[in-house]
Each structure stands twice: as C-alpha cells, then as structure tokens.
C-alpha cells in the first residue's frame, strides 16, 4: 500500500528513474521478474524486446511495475575517424594519435608522491575545460602539426555497454512486482504467454532468470531436505516402536502441521517466503513428532502393565495433555517475540536503563517468516493431535488387540 502511494508521487518527479521496492524476506535474490534475451544481433535483441511488451500490453498481465532493459541505447559517442595515408605521409599513425588523445582525457601516470608508508599517482592529463573541448583536442599537435589536419569528427549514438552471459549477448528486462500480486504467478503468466506468441528467431533464446532461479534452486533443496529430514524421522522411530504403523501415526502429524500453515497463511494473508517458511516446515516437522511419541509410548506401557486398550488410550491422552501442551506452547509463546519483531536493546537497558523497546526492524521481515511458520504448524497439529493421533492409534490396533486377547 505505502509503496504504490511512494510509486505515485515520485513518477510526477522529471528527469528521474526511480526504483521502489520494499524489504525483502530471506537471502538477497534477482528481481522478481527477470526476462534474459540471448543472441548475437543486438538490432534482432531489441525487436524481440519490444515483441515481449507488445504480449505483455496485448494479454493484460498486471502487477509489472515498470519493465526496463539493461542495454544502454541512444548513447552519444565521438568518433574520431584518421586518414591514415595522410597522417602516414606526414610521420603520423593512429597508435600516436590514440595514445596522446587517451593521456589528453583520461591522464597518464608520470610519477608517484610519497607520504609515509602510502604512494599517490602523478597523473598529467589537459585540465577540465580542455579536455571537454573536442576542438581543444582536435588542435593539439603531434610534432608540428594539429591532430584535425589528419582527421575529422564524427557525432554518433551507440550502446552503452554490451552485456554477454555463456558467450552470447544478453538484453535484460527487469522489473519488481507490485504490492497484492505474487511473482511466481506474474511470471508462470508471462512463460504461457511467450510460449504462445512469441516469435523467436533461430539461435536466439528467452529464459527466466534472478529471483525465478533462486526459486528453483530453493525448491529443489528444500524438496531433498524434507525427503531426507521424513526418511530420518521415519528410520528413528522404527528403530523406536519396532514398528512400521506407529511411525506412520506419528508422521500424520506433519501433514496437520502443513494444513495449519497454510490455513494460517491464508487467514492473515501472508506470503510463503520459500526459504525461510520452507526452514520453518521443515522445523516443525521435527518438533511436532515429539507429541506423538509422547501419546503413543505412554499407551503402550499401559497397555504392558494390563490396562484395557480402549483405557489406555483414554489415559494417555489425559496424561499427557498438559505436558504437550506447555512443550507446544512454550515454543509458540517464545517464538511471537520474533514473529512479531519485537526488539530490545539489552545494552541500553544495563548502561542506561534505557530498553530503547520498538516494534519491525529488519530482524522481523528477515526471520518472522520462519517464525510465523512455526507458530501456525505447531499450532493447529498440535490441537488435533490430542484426538487424531489417539483415534488413528485405536483404528490401526484394534483388530490386534481383539486378536491378542486383550480387555477393551
């Protein structure tokens, strides 16, 4: 909201490009949407760009802020074009004349000055108002006679710079995303939309690149993060129970936990920062097995010492209700603090008696993500585990429990 106010007010600013885009969450990534145009033929390069405008404008795809190119255009540039037989014929090459219209602009070192143990450069170059003088420069003499006797001026305009990436030219268009609308989805618009109509000649190329690549770098980590962190957790607790199904009890509570995030999510409408909320999963994922096993050990040592299967799970629920509870809601209440970005300076407050207490920063928007996760997974998988993991418990090994004799 403040930055579309912000965007307002500065456009009516002339003469100015300016670029405004709020704090990011997690590590520093490429602007959001980030469009790579590779070829060999920079005229081809642009034509392509404006054809990506043109199906951007066409198809009504809102939420870009403002798409600009990396590639410098319309440039003023100086050419100084020498008639080489001319200046041959007059003891002239266009080496001598290069070097001394470089040491004329830009200088050339002709000594150093000491001054304790640091060493500054002597440059001599022609001062300010010379230098910015074509004619100046055009009159100065190689010899006796005048650089503009052996060449003349040209006024052109050029690219600023050429950017290659893999060997090939690239023009880059980039562009952040404006407030209520998601990258990924602006840019899974954009890929369909290319793929439809965009017209790409033979040996040119448009990918999706900066924030998109670090997306997909994220996703594929945390994808092999969690397989690996379920298969561990899975591994422990067999080795535990000696069994495959109350394991698989446990588990279920990573999936209540997930539903709890992204209802929690839904709810305040937050955005999911892939890297830091995918870290909070996969922290929740192992804080909140720990009910289980909790509920689940306590039952199985009742059911030992001879109490009825259906008592044992009644008791084991009422057990250990309050210290699933107060583990679950320990970790919640210490984790508003960072959720909600409440800072304290603890030096002021032992110095100064001054806790300098404030709310945000840049601790909030970097971790509340994570934080924020948490809370909603442990939260709501915590509540259901009290009646799904007992009832799973009562499907899964009441048919044993009447086959093995036991009282219900």
């Known amino acids: 909201m403040y930055l579309d106010k912000l965007r307002k007010g500065i456009r009516k600013i002339p003469s100015a ?29 642009i034509e392509i760009e404006e054809q990506i405008k043109q199906i951007i404008a066409k198809n009504d795809i809102r939420g870009i802020e403002n798409l600009k190119s990396d590639l410098q255009r319309h440039k003023p540039e100086i050419i100084v074009n020498v008639n080489r037989s001319k200046a041959n014929s007059l003891g002239m090459n266009t080496g001598t004349i290069g070097s001394i219209m470089r040491t004329a602009i830009y200088g050339q070192e002709v000594s ?34 005048p650089i503009s ?60 690149t900066g924030e998109m690549d670090s997306i997909n770098e994220t996703k594929n980590f945390l994808q092999f993060a969690v397989i690996i962190s379920i298969v561990l957790i899975f591994l422990i607790l067999v080795s535990q129970f000696n069994s495959i199904g109350k394991p698989g009890i446990v588990l279920t509570q990573v999936i209540l936990s997930l539903i709890g995030i992204f209802l929690g999510m839904m ?12 870290l909070g999963v996969i922290a929740v994922a192992g804080i909140v097995v720990n009910n289980g096993i909790l509920l689940i050990d306590y039952t199985d040592q009742q059911r030992k010492t001879g109490v009825s299967f259906r008592k044992a799970i009644i008791d084991s629920g009422k057990t250990r209700l309050t210290p699933v509870l107060l583990t679950a809601f320990s970790t919640i209440l210490g984790l508003f603090p960072l959720a909600l970005g409440v ?31 948490i809370i909603f997974g442990l939260s709501f998988a915590t509540l259901l585990t009290l009646v799904v993991v007992p009832s799973m418990y009562y499907l899964v090994y009441r048919k044993r429990a009447i086959k093995n004799g036991e009282e219900f």
């Open 17 to 45: 490009d300016i670029i405004v885009e709020g704090q990011q969450s997690g590590p520093p990534t490429g602007a959001p949407i980030n469009i790579e145009i590779k070829g060999d033929d920079l005229t081809t390069l």
């Open 112 to 145: 150093t000055y000491r001054e304790g143990e640091d060493e500054f450069p002597i440059m001599l170059r022609l001062n300010e108002n010379t230098r910015n003088d074509i004619d100046a420069l055009m009159n100065m003499k190689v010899g006796k006679v």
């Open 149 to 208: 006797a052996v060449a003349d001026v040209d006024y052109i305009s050029s690219y600023g710079g050429i950017i290659r990436k893999d060997y090939r030219r690239t023009n880059t268009l980039s562009s952040n995303v404006l407030e209520g609308y998601n990258a990924i989805n602006i840019n899974r618009k954009l890929k369909a939309a290319f793929d439809a109509e965009l017209d790409l000649p033979e040996g040119y190329s448009v990918n999706f």
């Open 267 to 278: 709810i305040f409408n937050m955005g999911f920062s892939l890297f830091l909320s995918g």
């Open 343 to 373: 800072n304290i300076d603890f030096m002021g407050l032992l110095t100064d008696f001054n806790p300098n207490f404030y709310w945000g920063g840049e601790s909030s928007q970097f971790w509340g993500p994570m934080a924020w996760t």
